[in-house]
């Protein structure tokens, strides 16, 4: 490590190789800690202090409640019935008169069977359907995570606080 006084480094390693990194850098400036502490305390206390803010604070439950709505209605409302029509209309090579030769005689079947059969039936396609809604859900949680209001309103304010404090900020904060 060099002996600079607030120098942040990645690595563990000796003093020469940590100096051998600082040179291949080349022109790059170090991130010096207390500056980047300054950034992410003065964060800190925006976050504290917007948080007080009943506008804000209804904006987020509403943001909540939006994202749970819309990951919901995407996960058990689309996808399985997406898939519920899709994979028979590709199995019929894409000809609903096949599509609609095959299942009449399923539809019918199931008319003529006995109310055990039925209920059995309907409680496996439900299954069936809930499983298909719960894999999408988990991956559409992954893939689109909830973006905060809160963090919004606090990337805005950390802009133009970056912008009053450039000449004392590194170049990546």
Same mark, same amino acid.
């Given at each position: ?7 942040i ?33 003065e964060?800190?206390?925006?976050l ?7 506008e804000?604070?209804?904006r987020?439950?509403?943001a909540?409640?939006?994202?749970? %709505?819309?990951r919901v209605?995407w @996960?058990? $409302? /689309?996808f399985?019935v997406?898939i519920? +029509? ?5 199995? =019929? ?31 496996? %396609?439900?299954?069936?359907?809930? @499983?298909? $809604? /719960? ?5 559409? +949680?992954?893939?689109t995570?909830?973006? =905060?209001p809160y963090e919004?309103?606090?990337?805005v ?10 000449d ?6």
């Amino acid at each position: 490590m060099t002996t600079e006084p607030h120098e942040i480094h990645t690595s563990d390693a000796s003093p020469k190789s940590a100096r051998t990194a600082h040179q291949a850098a080349g022109n790059r400036r170090a991130i010096h800690a207390p500056e980047v502490a300054a950034y992410w305390a003065e964060r800190r206390r925006y976050l504290e202090r917007i948080r007080r803010v009943p506008e804000i604070r209804q904006r987020y439950w509403r943001a909540i409640g939006m994202y749970l %709505l819309r990951r919901v209605l995407w @996960s058990f $409302g /689309f996808f399985p019935v997406f898939i519920a +029509f899709w994979v028979p209309f590709v199995l =019929s090579s894409f000809n609903p008169v096949v599509m609609a030769s095959d299942l009449i005689p399923l539809l019918e079947g199931f008319v003529d069977a006995n109310p055990e059969i039925q209920a059995n039936t309907l409680s496996t %396609l439900v299954i069936a359907w809930a @499983s298909i $809604g /719960f894999f999408f859900l988990v991956f559409d +949680f992954v893939l689109t995570p909830f973006k =905060s209001p809160y963090e919004y309103e606090a990337d805005v304010y950390m802009r133009s606080w970056e912008q009053l404090n450039h000449d004392q900020l590194p170049d990546k904060v």
